[in-house]
């Protein structure tokens, strides 16, 4: 493909960049990118995704936009109360790049239905807010080999890391577990500061644009910690378990399974 | 002196920073390493930038010249992909 005129002129500051050029920009336009959930880091993750060209975005997510959402979640705004969020952000993102097509789906993800979601595309993003959803996210793209760049939000801190199946860690390496319901905050402990979505939503885009372009190093055995209170971003290592019920030489859990999810969704 | 054969020539007169660098460098993209790019421009500091930049992503810069009074060519040799 050729670009246009007017492709030219609005990706002309990725263009020059040594890193993705014509071609780079190229496979941004033709990649295909899940984003799981259209609230706190849906929201920044898919606007930075469809500003440079992502071709197609999934977006999955059921709830409606709520006043409540409206301090963070900036794909929305007052007029959109009660729309379906995915409609929302399709109609943000498409206004921003009509290069972006933006596939909702208005589903709540389980074990039946999320491998269908994800096969057709190429990279997984997790800014879900629920610990089952998370766990459920991890198994189904160790299992189907695709990057996955998993996302967290609580209060001033937030929490990124890239999982790429094969070569390094999973989110069941981290934490092999759900934690127990008593040791998730409840409603009226998970605050968040608005802007802190768009920190870790912005990380984690960027992680995107690095898979897809095969450029730097992704936050690979890596999980980065931003305490916003302290201004501090910590990385941690984190080592592939050999014997990790998932990702492990011999794994434990191999078909996907619902939890129950007996927590406070954010 | 020796003329150097070109592969291939744009003209982007009428271009201003940075849509003249976007041109040049989609056209360096386009041409296999070895191959040499003429590039006609009327954009006075591209004909400046434009060797800076090409230099610093490793491409080879021929000649830089100013041709009449509005106009400069540069020649460059792609040296990487």
């Given amino acids: 493909m050729e670009f246009t005129e007017d492709q030219l002129q609005r ?7 040594p890193e993705v050029g014509g071609k780079g920009q190229k496979k941004i336009l033709h990649s295909k990118v899940l984003i ?13 995704l469809a500003a ?17 959402n409206l301090q963070r979640q900036i794909a929305h705004n007052t007029d959109r109360l009660g729309m379906l969020k995915v409609d929302s952000a399709k109609a943000t993102f498409e206004a921003l790049n009509p290069d972006a097509k933006v596939v909702g789906i208005k589903e709540r993800l389980n074990k039946d239905n999320i491998m269908d979601f994800m096969k057709d595309y190429d990279i997984v993003v997790d800014g879900s807010d629920n610990f089952p959803t998370r766990y459920l996210v991890n198994d189904a793209c160790v299992m189907l080999r695709k990057p996955l760049v998993s996302g967290a939000i609580l209060r001033f801190e937030g929490q990124v890391t890239t999982i790429v199946p ?17 040791l998730v905050p409840s409603c009226q402990e998970a605050g968040v500061i608005g802007a802190i979505p768009g920190v870790v939503g912005s990380l ?5 644009f690095k898979l897809i372009l095969g450029k730097g190093d992704v936050l690979k055995n890596t999980l980065l910690i931003y305490d916003a209170l302290k201004t501090t971003f910590r990385r941690v290592k984190v080592p592939k378990n050999p014997v990790c019920p998932v990702c492990g030489d011999n794994p434990t859990i191999t078909e996907l399974q619902d939890y129950e999810a007996g927590y406070c969704r954010i | ?26 056209a360096v993209e386009d041409l296999e390493v070895g191959q040499t790019l003429e590039i ?13 930049s090409m230099e610093d992503h490793g491409q080879r810069v021929l000649k830089v010249e100013k ?3 509005t106009d400069w060519i540069i020649q460059l040799r792609k040296e990487k992909e």
């Fill in chain 1, 52 to 68: 440079a060209g992502v071709g197609t975005i999934g977006m999955v997510d059921n709830d409606s936009v709520e006043l409540s």
């Fill in chain 2, 67 to 69: 041709i009449n009074d």
């Fill in chain 1, 36 to 48: 799981i959930g259209a609230g706190g880091l849906g929201c920044p993750v898919g606007y930075y």
């Fill in chain 2, 1 to 26: 002196m020796e003329d150097i054969k070109i592969d291939k020539k744009i003209n982007i007169k009428g271009l201003v920073c940075p849509y003249t660098f976007v041109k040049a460098k989609l």
């Fill in chain 2, 40 to 52: 006609l421009l009327d954009y006075e500091e591209a004909s400046r930038s434009i060797p800076k």
């Fill in chain 1, 204 to 208: 984690q885009a960027i992680e995107v």
């Fill in chain 1, 166 to 182: 094969g070569e390094g860690h999973c989110y069941r390496c981290l934490f092999e577990e759900m934690p127990p319901a008593g």
């Fill in chain 1, 11 to 17: 990706y002309s500051r990725h263009i020059i960049l």
